[in-house]
């Protein structure tokens, strides 16, 4: 499996629909990867918390402008597109969701995830948006995809129960993020630990730029099962990560240290 990361930049000078625009022509530049990873609400920002509720928008394609710009650019460039999140406008009054999209390469709408963790502590997206209730994984033809987001890598037992779903348990747990800077060993340590507590590919996607003042870690990465990190962002520019993924390196570890069987809890 061949997945890129892009790891978008941010700018507040950049209008949103400029954003959509310049984002979907850089997926459609990604013809012959498998699977094409966008950050966490690169349309508005993570930290942008006053443009939250102006900015969302409906998960569909046929009534959200990111959807639809999303969709097309994954059917034009024949790709799997887990096209990173949007503020979703929940059809509650008033309620909004951090929503992830996945498109096929048909520009089909295969899965949505609701951000389960809300970041905050009583501030911003955590007192802003409702916050989800499931996790999600999409069948990708390669390797069943789990899907989280940003502060979601803190709370490992998200990642067991994506592990964990039936029918198939997710291979590769794709995590788009909008991570700060100042904590960016964090971010490298969880995605990493994440990785090899559940013997998984996790591709990590942050954004580039700053959010709302906010700076961005950036270093986006591309993990495997053992923890080793096959490609990575040097920093926090506009950059694509692209890596090719063994997919047999799952079972391969698994097998030969098969700590998920000595499970107790």
């Known amino acids: 499996m061949r997945a890129s990361l892009l790891q978008i930049q941010v700018d507040p000078d950049e209008s949103v629909n400029s954003r959509r625009e310049r984002v979907a022509s850089l997926v459609r530049a990604q013809k012959g990867a498998d699977l094409v990873v966008l950050p966490e609400l690169w349309p508005v920002g993570a930290f942008a918390f006053d443009r939250f509720a102006a900015e969302a928008e409906d998960a569909d394609p046929a009534a959200g402008p990111t959807a639809l710009a999303m969709s097309a650019a994954a059917r034009d460039a024949g790709v799997w597109l887990h096209a990173g999140s949007i503020v979703e406008k929940g059809h509650e009054a008033g309620a909004l969701y951090n929503t992830s999209l996945v498109f096929s390469p048909a520009g089909e709408l295969t899965g949505t995830y609701r951000k389960i963790h809300r970041f ?3 501030r911003g997206e955590a007192t802003l948006m409702t916050a989800g209730t499931q996790p999600v994984t999409v069948p990708h033809p390669q390797a069943t995809l789990g899907l989280a987001t940003c502060y979601d890598l803190r709370f490992p037992e998200l990642f067991r129960a994506l592990v964990d779903a039936e029918p198939e348990g997710a291979r ?20 990493r630990a994440r990785a090899v507590e559940n013997q998984t590919f996790v591709l990590a996607c942050g954004t580039a730029g700053s959010h709302a003042g906010v700076a961005q870690a950036g270093r986006s990465a591309v993990i495997d099962p053992w923890g080793e990190v096959l490609a990575a962002a ?32």
Do not use: C, M, N, Y
Request: avoid cysteine; aromatic fraction near 10%; glycine fraction near 6%.
């Open 120 to 122: 905050g502590f009583d």
């Open 172 to 191: 590769v747990i794709v995590v788009p993020a909008g991570w700060p800077a100042k904590r960016a060993e964090h971010w490298s340590l969880f995605a």
């Open 234 to 265: 040097d920093g926090a520019e506009e950059t694509v990560v692209t890596a090719d993924l063994d997919l047999s390196q799952i079972d391969k570890v698994r097998e030969s240290f098969p700590v998920l069987k000595d499970r107790v809890l």
